[in-house]
Every structure is written in C-alpha cells, then in structure tokens.
C-alpha cells in the first residue's frame, strides 16, 4: 500500500529545517527583504547546516542525501520566506547539479566542495533578453581559439550571479552548428571575475527581494577549453534535465509558500475580532482556510510523486510539468486568499503575507512559464502540434 509519511530521517530534517526558518530566518528576513539586501549571514548558516550539500555524496563533501531530502529543506523554508529558498535551490539544483551530473573529475574535485559546504555559489546561464520560453533560440556563442572558448552575449534573470561568494556561472552557448543547421549548444563553466564577464546592477523586482538576480554579458570572455561541462553539443540535453529536476524543487518553494499562507491566515483568524467574534468564526473565512488547505495538501502530493519518481530512475518529465504547474498555481491562489483574509493588513509588507503574495507570481513563471508545463504535459500525453 502508499505510504506517504516520511522516514526518520526525512523527518528529522524537516523539523531542522522548520526551526532553523522559523528562528533564525522569519526574525530578520523582512528587513533584508526591505532593503533588497542579499542575506549573507542566513545563507553562511545554511552553508554550515550542510544544506547547500543535501543531495551530493559525501565524497565531494555533500550529505549524502538525495533530492527528496532538498525539497523538503525547500518547503520549508519558503514556508517562511522564498526569497531564501530560492537561494537554496537555485544555488543547488542549478549552479552545483550541472557540475556533478556531466562535470569532469578535474571540475568536479575544484568545485564541488565549495559549491557543497556554501562556501561559494554557482548560477546557471540559460536565459537571454530575447529568449526565454523558448530556450533553443540562443544568441550567445563560444567559438574556439587556440586551446580557450571565446564567449560573447548577454543573459537575463540569473539567480545568484553577482553576490561576493558566487564563484562561477555555467553558461549556455551556441558552440557551432550541426548537419541539419540547427545550433550546437554547449555548457562551458566561467568562473566570476573572468575578464570579459561582467554582472549588471541587481534588478528591480516585485518580490524575491531578498535573492539576487542580475543580467549577464560576455565580451570576448576567454576561459580554458577543459571549461567545457559534458560533451560538447550536449549542453542543450543536459539543460532540460536540469531544468525537470529544477521544476520538482520549484514545486516544492510553492508548496511552502501555499502552506506559510495558511500557517499564517490561520493565526491571524485566531486573533482578529470583527462585530464582536474572532473572524476564524465566520463560514466564509473558515471556507477560505479550507480551500487553501486543500491547495496545499494537493500539491505536495505532486511534487511527492515527481520525486519519489525521480528517486527510482523513471521517466518523470509529466509529473514534473504537473507538479511546478498545481504548486505555482496554489501558491498565487493562497496568497490571493490569505491577502484578503488579512484586509488591509495583507497589503502591508511588514505582514508575511505581503511578501506571499510579491514573491508567488514568479513561480508561475520562473524555470518554465505555466503554459509551458500545460504544453510538456500534452506532449507527454502524445499530442503534438499541428502543422
């Protein structure tokens, strides 16, 4: 029969992670938010709780866990703030997981170390100004000179790219072309401060206030040839797997949101009076609680599924698609309802809720847009585009 409740070990994270968010993140995560300050300190703790290593072998100072086990840290943690989630999982499953997926052994032993103990953090390099659905339609290139890459081009919307501690981006560049004419892409790693490689001033954005994001650009940025991740011609392939594994975590930083939105509605119904009852007494509020609930609840169940067949070696692109596309959407739609439960306190951004409902529309967009989830799931279901 399935059984869906977690292992001691798996508990025994959650309930460390739950702790180390609600003590040590929530307290002083709003003003970082208010800034739109980078939390070092925060993520320095991370480091040294072993998170940034979770899913790694101990052998290149990982934990030794698996990606189940970072999903949870990521619930968790954006059940309080997903500014710092996606820190986490953008640092993991996007800056380190292509490095030791089709990483060399000699990039592997100067990298995942760092990458695992947080003492650096790596982005990835895959969006540009005008490609960003549609990831094939790459401008940037990496010609060969001599034994270097020459890269030129520009990225857009790169999480954790130009903090004091982000030691490398591993870049998506159009390295030739094949029989048929269409690009080769390859993965080249380009370590910050390479000259050529320069990071734009943060963004200006909505929410994730507290997260780094910039815009790339590669000027006849000259690195080694070893640079080069995996096979060259295999950057795209080597994108998209990474890309599904990323939906499964982003899946489970909207499960956290959704849930923070109930966490947090449900106290606030507990306290508020209005014409002389608690408002949590009221249908339509209880009505509101129990539909996000069931929000929530839903979703985890999806993004469980995705992992557990992830875990096992299955095909998992469907349920990936799924999962990223229920969480997103109960993320936006709890925010919403948690907002109006709390009136116009949920307006104000000194109230969490007000971070929910800033920080829950990029998840509906980030890592592929929700109309790019509904198109893997058809596809995944054997329909295909008409001529």
């Not at 989630?85 to 490095?99: H, K, Q």
Request: net charge negative; aromatic share 10%.
């Amino acid at each position: 029969m399935l059984d869906f409740r977690l292992d001691e070990d798996y508990e025994a994270l959650r309930k460390t992670v739950e702790e180390f968010a609600r003590e040590e993140v929530a307290p002083v995560i709003g003003g970082f938010y208010e800034r739109e300050e980078f939390p070092y300190e925060v993520v320095a703790k991370m480091g040294r709780m072993g998170l940034f290593g979770l899913p790694f072998p101990e052998e290149f100072g990982g934990m030794g866990g698996d990606y189940f086990a970072l999903c949870l840290a990521l619930e968790e943690l954006a059940r309080v703030d997903s500014s710092v989630a996606i820190t986490l999982e953008a640092g993991v499953s996007l800056g380190t997981m292509p490095v030791f997926r089709f990483g060399s052994a000699e990039q592997k032993a100067a990298w995942l170390p760092r990458l695992c103990s947080g003492e650096v953090l790596g982005s990835f390099g895959l969006t540009e100004p005008g490609s960003g659905s549609d990831a094939g339609a790459l401008r940037t290139t990496a010609r060969v000179d001599g034994d270097e890459w020459v890269i030129n081009g520009t990225k857009a919307f790169i999480t954790n790219s130009g903090t004091d501690v982000t030691g490398l981006v591993t870049v998506a560049a159009v390295t030739g072309r094949r029989e048929d004419g269409r690009p080769e892409i390859s993965a080249i790693i380009v370590p910050s401060g390479t000259p050529g490689f320069s990071v734009s001033r943060k963004y200006s954005k909505v929410g994730w206030n507290a997260s780094d994001t910039r815009e790339l650009s590669f000027q006849d940025c000259r690195v080694p040839l070893g640079n080069l991740v995996g096979e060259r011609g295999r950057g795209y392939a080597q994108f998209l797997q990474t890309l599904d594994e990323g939906r499964v975590a982003i899946a489970a930083i909207g499960v956290g949101l959704a849930q923070g939105c109930v966490d947090e509605s449900l106290k606030y119904a507990g306290e508020r009076e209005a014409f002389g009852h608690k408002i949590g007494e009221y249908q339509a509020i209880q009505f509101k609680i129990a539909e996000m609930e069931a929000r929530t609840h839903t979703a985890r169940l999806a993004y469980y599924q995705a992992a557990a067949k992830m875990l096992r070696g299955e095909p998992f692109k469907r349920e990936a698609a799924i999962a990223k596309l229920v969480s997103s959407e109960a993320a936006m739609d709890n925010a919403r309802q948690a907002t109006q439960i709390f009136g116009g306190y949920g307006f104000m951004n000194e109230y969490p809720v007000g971070r929910f409902y800033r920080d829950a529309k990029i998840l509906e967009i980030g890592e592929g847009t929700s109309e790019v989830q509904k198109m893997l799931i058809a596809r995944e279901l054997g329909l295909t585009r008409s001529a």
